[in-house]
């Protein structure tokens, strides 16, 4: 049996027993205890206290000695899990229950029309039938390029099966767009799919009543359940395999801190992601947004099945495909445009249309190095700006009259910032991709230099 298979074993027992199935405490600390751990990390896990872990578990074992006639403990549960396969308490549970199914392929208390009834063997089983929920998804208009950050996503999520992946980059760079197509392509591997906007901040409660409402489809309604909560959430997604995308998750965090820091009344949201990193499941939490939670690594983690990608612009070849669709790729000047611009195909795209509409002798009447700033991009900049705190602001104003980029030591010598925030200051700004890093060097982009330059002389 493996550990779902024995899980469900003791449900049917414990069922047997008191006629009531599992709460989700009670299932967590039988979890736990049959992956090998003590009481004090499923408390952690659980984020709750060791003592209750400890009465729920005094009870288990108090209900299931009762009904297997010996002595159960947590330290003796693998085994007498184990030989019950060969003994026929299978049957006992079985007889008790009048519903007992071992088959892990068939979901438990699916409704899935004409599914077959537990007891009933079939040589095919049905594939669980497939839930989404792409209302808020937005539709995918042109795509050029990213075939490596898809491919990476696709590791990731496929493959590698982190349950926590996280989507950031400024503003406009093109994570909206790569999510949805990413999910287009992916979502058939899924049993449910579900696209939510974090865009208005949903206070935690209402988001997760929205998401448990959306993943119990397949189930029968528990009418003595109480109100739904996190360890309800946890069981739909360790039960199906679940894609749950949450867009413009920066709405969390607040403004004038460094990155990722969350709002006191979006904490819970906090909770919520660290039980997805570190409880046992099978589905995976895509973030989206400009900032990233701060216990999240940039990249892969070695230790947890939790990753980050940084996006950044669109390649040679995409800016050209973008720029040729605006009648543009055949200009001397589009390789610079897609310097200036970092490859952002917002601003590009949004240059474009300027010139377009202008005169597209525009930037030839213009001094050189102008870099155009239409409305929309300054728009944009403002307001990924207004979430910075004074400290990154001061540093941003050093860089931009700054004619190359500078080291650390440079920085430190402005005296702008302490030694001790200097780490900080960069790293969480490196984090926005509001700074370039080469080597050790530090600069703006052209476009965000020209926007705090502005700001700098007014
Ligand atoms: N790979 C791409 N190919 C073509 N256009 C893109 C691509 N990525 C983004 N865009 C366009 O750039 C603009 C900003 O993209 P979006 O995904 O909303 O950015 P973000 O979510 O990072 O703010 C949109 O108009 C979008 O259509
Ligand atoms: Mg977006």
């Not at 230790?303 to 790729?329: F, H, K, M, N, S």
Request: charge should be negative.
């Amino acid at each position: 049996m493996n550990l779902e298979e024995m899980l469900q074993v003791a449900d049917e027992i414990v069922f047997a027993q008191t006629e009531h199935h599992l709460d989700d405490l009670q299932e967590a600390v039988l979890r736990g205890t049959l992956q090998g751990n003590i009481y004090k990390k499923i408390a952690k896990d659980l984020d709750c206290s060791e003592s209750s872990v400890r009465n729920a578990g005094s009870e288990l074992w108090r209900i299931l000695s009762a009904a297997l006639g010996e002595e159960v403990s947590k330290t003796n549960l693998r085994s007498v899990m184990g030989r019950l396969q060969t003994s026929n308490i299978l049957n006992f549970a079985h007889n008790v229950s009048g519903s007992f199914n071992i088959c892990s392929e068939t979901p438990q208390n699916s409704t899935i029309p004409n599914s077959p009834t537990p007891t009933e063997q079939t040589p095919h089983p049905q594939p669980p039938p497939k839930y989404q929920d792409l209302s808020q998804m937005p539709e995918l208009g042109d795509f050029y390029g990213r075939t490596q950050e898809l491919e990476t996503l696709h590791n990731w999520i496929l493959q590698q099966r982190c349950r926590l992946v996280a989507l950031t980059g400024v503003s406009g760079i093109g994570k909206t767009t790569l999510a949805v197509q990413l999910v287009q392509q992916i979502k058939d591997e899924f049993e449910y799919v579900i696209w939510c906007s974090l865009e208005t901040s949903p206070p935690f409660s209402e988001f997760q009543a929205e998401l448990i409402k959306f993943l119990s489809q397949s189930e029968t309604p528990d009418l003595s359940a109480t109100s739904p909560n996190t360890s309800t959430l946890i069981k739909y997604l360790r039960n199906h395999r679940c894609l749950v995308v949450l867009d413009n998750v920066h709405r969390l965090f607040s403004s004038g801190e460094l990155a990722g820091k969350y709002k006191p009344e979006t904490e819970e949201y906090r909770s919520l992601f660290k039980q997805i990193e570190q409880l046992s499941h099978q589905s995976c939490l895509l973030l989206i947004g400009w900032e990233q939670p701060r216990e999240l690594p940039q990249g892969k983690s070695q230790t947890a099945p939790i990753c980050t990608l940084q996006l950044g612009g669109l390649d040679r070849t995409a800016v050209r495909e973008l720029l040729t669709a605006y009648g543009w790729a055949e200009m001397d000047n589009w390789a610079t445009l897609m310097d200036c611009y970092q490859g952002n195909p917002f601003c590009l795209k949004t240059v474009a249309t300027q010139i377009l509409e202008v005169a597209e002798g525009l930037t030839d009447c213009l001094p050189e190095d102008t870099i155009l700033l239409p409305e929309e991009v300054k728009d944009s900049l403002q307001q990924q700006w207004e979430r910075l705190s004074e400290i990154e602001k001061n540093l941003m104003f050093f860089l931009a009259k700054e004619n190359q980029s500078v080291n650390l030591a440079k920085l430190l010598e402005t005296g702008i910032i302490s030694p001790a925030d200097l780490g900080n200051v960069v790293q969480y700004l490196g984090r926005r991709g509001l700074i370039e890093k080469r080597e050790s060097f530090y600069s703006l982009s052209p476009v965000i230099k020209q926007y705090v330059k502005g700001l700098a002389e007014n």
